[in-house]
Structure formats: C-alpha cells, structure tokens
C-alpha cells in the first residue's frame, strides 16, 4: 500500500490495482497484540484504510478477496482468483508484496482447533473473544518466544489469561544477547509468565476440550489456546514458480532499486532479502519500517526515468515491551558478528534515564559492539523500563550516519534533569569507547569469569557490605578507596596474576584499574561489573558467586 499510494502522488496517469486474497488492506498488524491485551478497544481502530479510503483519496483500485495465483512474466499477466471468478490481468509494471506466513515447525497437532496464529485482524478478534468471558480460565501456551510471542505472551497476560511461554533456543528472543534476554525473562517471571527455554515442543494433542503440548524434555503443559510465533516464512511459492529467483528460504532477491530478475517486476517487503548494513550478510528482515521505505523507493524508481535512491541496508532496529521494560536494538548481535567474522569488542552500561538526583530516575543496561581498531558503532542494544528506546534510536542514528563510537562524546544531546544527565548516557559510550581506544581502559567480559577464576586475582573494590551480598568465589575484596593504601596487600595476593576489578556497574572497578595500573600492576577492568555478571551467568550464577 506504500508503493500504491507513493505512486499516485508522483503520477495521475497510471491506472493502480491491488489484489488482496485477505478482507483488509493496510491494517495496523503491528497493531494485533494491543487489541488482544484490550488496549486498542475496537478492532475498527486497526483498519488504517479501506478500500473505499483508497480510492476517494488516492484513485487506488483495491480489490479484496482476489487471489493471485499465477504470474505470466513474458505476456506481462497475474492470473487472479476473485468472487467472480478467474481473469488475467495485464501489467506494464507488477510489485510483489505478498509478506509471510506463520512458518509451521514439523509439530504434530498444529491443525488443531485451538492453535492460533497473530497475523490477520480476525486472528485477534477470534482470539479475544473466546478467552473474553472468563479469562481466568484460559491457560494459553505461546509457542516461540520472538517479537510476536513476546508481545502476544504480554498481551494475554494482560487479559487476564494464564500464560507459558515456551522457546527452542537457549533464550527468549533470540538476537537478544543473553545478559540482556535474561533481564525480559526475570520480567516476564515477575508478570506471573512462565517461561521454557531450550526446549523444544515435539506435538500437541487434543484432549477433550483442551490441548496438550508435549515438550522434548517429557513435560506435558495443558493449553487452552496455544498461540504459534515460531517465526515466518515468505508466501512467495507462486511467484517462484513464475520465475522469479528466490533464495534458499524462498525469500525474494532483488536489487537494490527493488527490481527482480524478471522485467518490470519488483518485490518489497517481508518476503525480499535484504542486505545486513553491519555484516553485510543477505537475509529477510521482515519489519514494518524497511517494508515501508521500500514500497515508497520502488514507487520512485517505477515512476522516475533516472535512477533512483537505492533501498537502505537495514540495521534491523527493533523495540518490543514486555511488562513494565523495553527491549530494544539496532545493528549487529554478537553471534552475526562472529559469523561475518567481523571483530569486535563489547561495552556494557547501567546509566540512569535521567538525573539521579530527580524524582523517578531509573537504570538502564546498554550494550554497544564496537570495532576495537577503528571504534566503528557495529550494534547496541538495551533493556529498562524507561529511556531504552531513546539511547537505541539515538545509536541507530549514529550507526547509519557512520559515526564512530568515540565520536558519541560530541553529540548535543537535550538535557535538563527529568529527561536526561549532563553526560547522557550516550556520551558516557562516548567516554568509554575512546578511554578503550586510547588505552586508558582495558575491559575484561562477562564471558571471560572462568578464566579469570583460574588465572587471574578477582579484585571486588565493592564494599564490604555488598561483597557480603554475593561475591565471585575466588575474590579479594579491597574498597576503590582503600585502595591506595593497600596496594602491597593487593600486590601479594596477585602474585604476578593479572587483575581482574570488578565492581557493581564498572564505574568505581575503572577508578581501581587506573590506581592499579599507575601502579604498574596488569589489570582489566569487568564490562558492567556484577549487574551484568550476575544476567550473564542467569541460572549458573550460584556456581560462581556466593554469599557472606
Ligand atoms: P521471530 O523470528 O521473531 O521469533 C520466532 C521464535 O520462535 C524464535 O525465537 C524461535 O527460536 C522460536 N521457535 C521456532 N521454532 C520453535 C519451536 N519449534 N519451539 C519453540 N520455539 C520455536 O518471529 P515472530 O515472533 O513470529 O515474528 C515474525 C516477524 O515479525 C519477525 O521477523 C519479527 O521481527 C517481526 N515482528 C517484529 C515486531 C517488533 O519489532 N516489535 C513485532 C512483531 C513481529
């Protein structure tokens, strides 16, 4: 609908169809969940236009409940199935924008009655009226705990209904980096979700008017309803067998005009590949912005006889809520990282919102990859209840601008102390990733405890009472002020170990590392001290740290 309406507003001359099998275009399908949790009140709010709206305002042709079922690239035809039956239509220009379906995993019993799919308004409309009577009574399982299983877990929540959440890989929401994923799992704990991790589902069975879903580790949950989130797969079957090239997943290769290899054929959206702006790796990446840009680019390239601007290599930025947090991130995860084998180094942060010293600050935990040559921004990501979307758009801005990390330091940032801090904690990624780059600070990572156990002196420079409160096993705990004084005590005890500082958030462990290392003593200073050891470790942490 993008490319429709672009195209009209660049030209009066063309005549502009689009088929829809479905009974709406343009609804807000980002939208879904927040009908089903009751926060969008009526299911008209979700249709943006119809196909009367189109057409007054756009002289779109919109014809619902047409099919297209075959394309004719040589005579330049779509064979369409509609409500009066089968007719080719002629085309000079045709953009493919068919999206993705709900992929089906090889489960057993997922035609059941009770296995529903988010993707269209009926979906949610179905889905919130059966559980509407008596929420309470519903146990719902979420099958895939992605960015639709997140948010339809958070929204039958809110309903009222009983929610488990089950995911196949070792953590929800997978490009998450696992320190950040378990903050939306204790989340989602404290809601009241249940969550499984690394656990498949192998089947679901009825059993009278419930379901059973049975799991790869022989736990059986029953289910009311189970809502399938297990990702997508592009509905491009038909358009492969008309010639046009897809890839191995079935979505759609295109240039970066958007053409096809087929003339006068274009595709956007879900169903192409696109080209990572970090990584440079081709995949899907099916979110609503790219989608939207695309439509409005190859409406320019159709109508324009020059070339026109190239689609953008997406950053695959996204944002999802879960209870009362935000989960956001833009540009490059770790494991994409390590697969274009791209190097990097990784910087964790807990700044507050806003001033500390205003009413109602709160901490937020950023990660930002950078390249540890160059300071090249390669991905951030961040999880808190407030100001996480903020920090998110702000890097994606700067990764698209091809800032440098250092750089951060410079930008001007609004600040006044309900919104923000003299250093933002943007800045403060500023600060840290040029002390990394000039050598002023030398970082040791969450990943790395183990080695650090065996090899190295574990410094906590907390307080005493905070070391009480749980504390890496092997540690020597000496306060960042008391340092000073008892260098010798710490020199002795590292025995020409090197030294890895820690602290809560990395902030005083920093201090410590610049005494040490004054001292000419080796040192490393722990990216987000304990609070991010601690997500790091999730359910290992009472192997490394104790007590007392
Ligand atoms: P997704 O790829 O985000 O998540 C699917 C999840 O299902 C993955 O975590 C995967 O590991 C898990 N899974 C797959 N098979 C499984 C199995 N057999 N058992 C248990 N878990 C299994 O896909 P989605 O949530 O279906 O969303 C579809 C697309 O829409 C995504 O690309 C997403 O980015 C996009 N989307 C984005 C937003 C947002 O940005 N807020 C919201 C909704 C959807």
Redesign the pocket.
Same mark, same amino acid.
């Given at each position: 609908m993008s490319a429709a309406a672009r195209l009209r507003r660049l030209t009066e001359e063309a005549e502009i169809i689009v088929f829809e099998q479905g009974d709406a275009v343009s609804f807000a399908s980002?939208g879904l969940?927040y009908y089903l949790s009751g926060e969008i009140k009526s299911r008209d709010d979700l249709l943006v236009q119809t196909p009367a709206s189109m057409r007054a305002a756009l002289d779109v042709d919109v014809r619902l409940h047409h099919k297209v079922t075959a394309i004719d690239a040589a005579a330049h035809t779509v064979r369409v199935e509609g409500p009066q039956g089968v007719e080719d239509v002629a085309y000079d220009q045709l953009i493919l924008s068919p999206g !993705?379906v *709900?992929?089906r $995993?090889p489960?057993d019993g997922l035609d059941l009655d009770c296995v529903h799919t988010l993707r269209t308004v009926n979906d949610a409309v179905a889905m919130r009226d059966a559980v509407s009577g008596d929420p309470a009574s519903w146990h719902a399982v979420v099958?895939?705990? @992605?960015?639709? @299983?997140? #948010?339809a877990a958070e929204a039958l929540h809110m309903a009222g209904v009983d929610v488990t959440l089950? #995911?196949?890989?070792p953590h929800?929401? $997978?490009?998450l980096e696992p320190e950040m994923a378990w903050l939306v799992r204790q989340e989602l704990t404290r809601m009241g979700v249940r969550v499984h991790e690394g656990?498949?589902?192998t089947s679901i069975t009825a059993d009278g008017r419930r379901a059973v879903v049975h799991m790869a580790d022989d736990q059986q949950l029953p289910a009311d309803l189970v809502l399938l989130?297990?990702? !997508?797969t592009p509905a491009t079957t038909i358009f492969a067998a008309g010639g046009v090239v897809c890839d191995e997943r079935g979505s759609i290769l295109v240039d970066d005009q958007g053409h096809t290899n087929l003339i006068d054929v274009w595709a956007v959206g879900?169903a192409t590949v696109s080209r990572d702006a970090v990584t440079g790796a081709r995949r899907?990446?099916?979110?609503?912005g790219p989608a939207q840009r695309g439509g409005r680019l190859v409406a320019d390239a159709i109508a324009s006889d020059r070339p026109s601007r190239p689609l953008p290599n997406p950053l *695959?930025s996204?944002?999802?809520r879960v209870g009362g947090l935000t989960a956001a991130m833009s540009g490059a995860n770790r494991a994409g990282l390590v697969t274009a084998g791209i190097p990097f180094t990784t910087m964790h942060l807990h700044p507050s919102d806003h001033a500390g010293y205003f009413p109602g600050a709160q901490q937020m935990h950023l990660i930002v990859h950078m390249d540890p040559a160059t300071g090249r921004l390669l991905g951030a990501q961040g999880v808190g209840p407030s100001g996480v979307d903020k920090r998110i758009d702000i890097l994606a801005t700067a990764m698209r601008a091809g800032l440098r990390a250092q750089e951060l330091i410079d930008l001007d940032l609004c600040y006044s102390p309900p919104y923000g801090s003299a250093k933002d904690p943007i800045n403060m990624v500023g600060y840290l990733a040029d002390n990394m780059l000039t050598g002023q600070t030398t970082l040791w990572q969450p990943g790395d405890i183990d080695s650090a156990r065996r090899e190295a002196l574990v410094l906590d420079v907390r307080t005493p009472s905070e070391f009480a409160s749980g504390h890496v096993r092997e540690a020597l705990n000496v306060p960042h002020t008391e340092l000073r004084a008892r260098l010798d005590e710490v020199r002795t005890a590292a025995d020409g170990r090197r030294i890895a500082v820690m602290c809560q958030s990395g902030v005083r462990s920093y201090i410590a590392h610049r005494i040490l290392v004054a001292s000419g003593l080796a040192s490393s200073t722990l990216s987000g001290g304990m609070l991010t050891l601690q997500a790091w470790l999730g359910t290992r942490a009472d192997e490394v740290i104790t007590k007392g």
């Open positions: 980002c969940p !993705t *709900a992929a $995993p489960i099958l895939g705990a @992605g960015f639709i @299983g997140l #948010e089950l #995911e196949a890989a929800v929401l $997978p490009p656990v498949a589902v989130s297990a990702g !997508t879900d899907p990446v099916p979110l609503a *695959a996204a944002i999802v």
